[in-house]
């Protein structure tokens, strides 16, 4: 049986590196992209093909769904993987940087789609995974742009889903809870620098104390298994939830008012 072809965007560290890799050893054919160079050519090794890719840039995107058509002549499925966090109040942080997390969570996610589905159309076949949060569903403070960019992801994938299923192409959201990655700790970084001096500087650190318990939680690996499990299921669910306290903080979040549910959170940063 000919082997699928997954695109995976984000490939250089955290969930998309150990995806590439545990589903190149699964036998698909694995296309991991990203932008650091030096990060790609670790995974080569391993039986990983690379791209180097920015889905910010619209040319850098053409050229590597060309290039995977060229060598592959299909796409089975996309992975939309490549995420950037910048954690800090929604006053603190600057509005250029806040429309930086929206052109890669969402319009980069969402320029990877566009370049895909006619191939997927053609096919009349395909997965899409978007790599979302349970921060698509519920938010804490100091990650309003973060959590806004993932809001707005489950919005257009819910859309999306409903347009393309005609044409046989299954999207799917994957909304991880606490894994471990070095997104946390940028993110964390990225709060300390854009709080610091400002009235919000003592809830960041309070915040940040929260954020730097992330070798604590489970690795990757588990939402790599996760989604060979979506990719070998004929007929997925529109969501899926892993990771450290996913599932009961979405079904607490469900239950909750937002009253109470604002003064659990809160709580934690006394």
């Not at 053609?122 to 949060?133: D, V």
């Not at 993110?187 to 309070?206: G, Q």
């Not at 599932?247 to 604002?262: H, I, T, V």
């Amino acid at each position: 049986m000919e082997k699928k072809v997954v695109l995976i965007t984000g490939a250089s560290s955290g969930i998309g590196r150990e995806t590439a890799l545990f589903l190149a050893k699964c036998n698909y054919t694995v296309y991991g992209m990203a932008r650091r160079v030096d990060k790609l050519k670790e995974l080569e090794s391993q039986n990983v093909k690379t791209l180097v890719l920015d889905i910010t840039d619209e040319i850098s995107v053409i050229n590597a769904i060309n290039e995977v058509i060229k060598n592959e002549g299909r796409i089975d499925v996309l992975v939309n993987n490549a995420g950037y966090g910048e954690y800090g109040s929604v006053e603190d942080v600057s509005i250029e940087n806040a429309k930086k997390q929206m052109e890669v969570n969402l319009f980069g996610l969402a320029r990877m789609t566009q370049q895909v589905l006619p191939y997927m159309r053609r096919q009349k076949s395909g997965k899409i995974i978007n790599i979302s949060s349970i921060g698509g569903k519920m938010a804490t403070p100091m990650g309003g742009w973060y959590y806004a960019s993932k809001f707005a992801l489950e919005g257009l994938s819910d859309s999306l889903r409903m347009e393309v299923k005609q044409f046989g192409i299954n999207v799917v959201l994957l909304e991880p809870g606490g894994i471990q990655s070095e997104w946390a700790g940028i993110a964390n970084t990225n709060m300390l620098t854009a709080s610091k001096d400002t009235i919000y500087a003592p809830f960041a650190k309070k915040v940040s104390s929260i954020v730097s318990l992330e070798n604590k939680l489970p690795k990757p690996i588990i939402i790599a298994q996760l989604i060979r499990k979506i990719i070998e299921t004929r007929n997925p669910k529109a969501r899926y939830a892993k990771g450290f306290f996913a599932k009961p903080l979405l079904l607490l979040k469900r239950c909750l008012s937002d009253a109470m549910f604002d003064k659990i959170v809160l709580s934690q940063f006394k």
